[in-house]
């Protein structure tokens, strides 16, 4: 039990296809994360989200757009994905990003995205 | 730009083994540093989080030290078991934290045979 869910679990899509990736957290944070694990390369940060408001982009392809309606739930929306964009993509959450507390981030078990 | 390594990339050792694995980083300019464990298939568990101003962390059989001075951070684990075979990650929380950044080590993976 993490506290956060990913769905789904396994994706498979053409590159010219359009689908979204879902997050939900149930442990009351603010901050949410959407990292990308790829084979042979150390977890890489794409996004973070504070108060539902994006506060870190990290040099991100467009074809990437994240949206945090609120503050349990974050989504990455896909479109003409390359077959390198094929990795586990991870969500994470903290309780907030302050200086004022070393919280640790929470994550969702992932979700596998492979392009064909 | 801060870099994370981790040292060695895998590790097999027999059950009730003491271990170390090692994790360092080239700026020494963190806010905390934590370590995580990731089994396959799976997301990350949170094992431990070590302040900038703190020596060292302790879980259970599980010990972190970190020395900011010299970039290194080590994760002891005390009489290993089966259950213990994952992969470990070591990350570090950069200064100025307001974005809750984290940078990655690729990671060492652990099998502890019974």
């Known amino acids: 039990e993490t506290g956060v869910t990913q769905t789904p679990r396994h994706l498979v899509m053409g590159m010219t296809n359009k689908k979204s990736l879902k997050c939900e957290q149930h442990?009351?944070?603010?901050?949410m994360y959407w990292y990308k694990q790829s084979a042979k390369k150390p977890l890489e940060l794409m996004f973070v989200?504070?108060?539902?408001?994006?506060?870190e982009n990290n040099s991100v392809p467009s074809r990437f757009s994240p949206e945090c309606p609120n503050s349990s739930h974050l989504f990455l929306h896909l479109h003409t994905l390359q077959p390198e964009d094929s990795a586990l993509y991870l969500c994470?959450?903290?309780?907030?990003?302050?200086?004022?507390?070393?919280?640790?981030?929470?994550f969702g078990d992932g979700t596998r995205l492979s392009i064909l | 730009k801060q870099e994370v390594t981790q040292i060695p990339a895998a590790l097999s050792v027999p059950e009730g083994e003491n271990l170390v694995l090692n994790c360092s980083f080239t700026?020494?300019?963190?806010?905390?540093l934590q370590w995580f464990r990731q089994d396959p298939g799976k997301g990350l568990t949170s094992l431990l989080l070590?302040?900038?101003?703190?020596r060292e962390q302790t879980s259970g059989r599980l010990n972190a030290s970190l020395d900011k001075s010299s970039g290194r951070s080590t994760l002891y684990i005390a009489a290993s078991q089966p259950g213990d075979s994952a992969t470990y990650l070591c990350?570090?929380?950069?200064?100025?934290?307001?974005?809750?950044?984290?940078?990655f080590g690729q990671g060492t993976t652990l099998q502890v045979k019974p």
């Open positions: 994470a959450s903290s309780q907030d990003l302050g200086t004022g507390g070393n919280q640790p981030q929470h």
């Open positions: 442990l009351g944070h603010n901050a």
């Open positions: 989200y504070s108060l539902e408001e994006r506060v």
């Open positions: 700026d020494s300019a963190i806010y905390n």
């Open positions: 070590i302040q900038s101003s703190q």
């Open positions: 990350a570090v929380r950069l200064m100025p934290s307001n974005t809750g950044k984290l940078i």
